[in-house]
Nanobody
Framework: QVQLVESGGGLVQAGGSLRLSCAAS????????MGWYRQAPAPGKQRELV?????????NYSDSVKGRFTISRDNAKNVVYLQMNSLKPEDTAVYYC?????????????WGHGTQVTVSS
């Protein structure tokens, strides 16, 4: 069982910054991909990928956050970060951490409970 705990959300004005953290714990053999997703409060909005990072530090960003957000990870601590700069009201959402890897000999994909990010105009 792998648990993910997010922190760092909150309320910020447009143009401001926040840093999210996600710590993974449990029976982890390897963490292959760690990522951040978000789900906006509007009805019908799907959860969407924000950014992801592999164990080799290869990164992928959604077009809407490129140049503003930076994902990074600390492999020794099993933590992934999301530095969010130049925040916009449309970034308001619940942000979820996701991790995929091996727990002993079993593949897993785990989700955190989410952290609220609210950007005021």
């Amino acid at each position: 069982q792998v648990q993910l705990v997010e922190s760092g959300g909150g309320l910020v004005q447009a143009g401001g910054s926040l840093r999210l953290s996600c710590a993974a714990s449990g029976s982890i053999f390897s963490l292959n991909i760690m990522g951040w997703y978000r789900q906006a409060p509007a009805p019908g909005k799907q959860r969407e990928l924000v950014a992801a990072i592999t164990s080799k530090d290869s990164t992928n960003y959604s077009d809407s956050v490129k140049g503003r957000f930076t994902i990074s990870r600390d492999n020794a601590k099993n933590v992934v970060y999301l530095q969010m700069n130049s925040l916009k009201p449309e970034d308001t959402a619940v942000y979820y951490c996701n991790a995929e890897g091996l727990a002993y000999t079993k593949l897993f994909s785990s989700w955190g409970h989410g952290t609220q990010v609210t950007v005021s105009s």
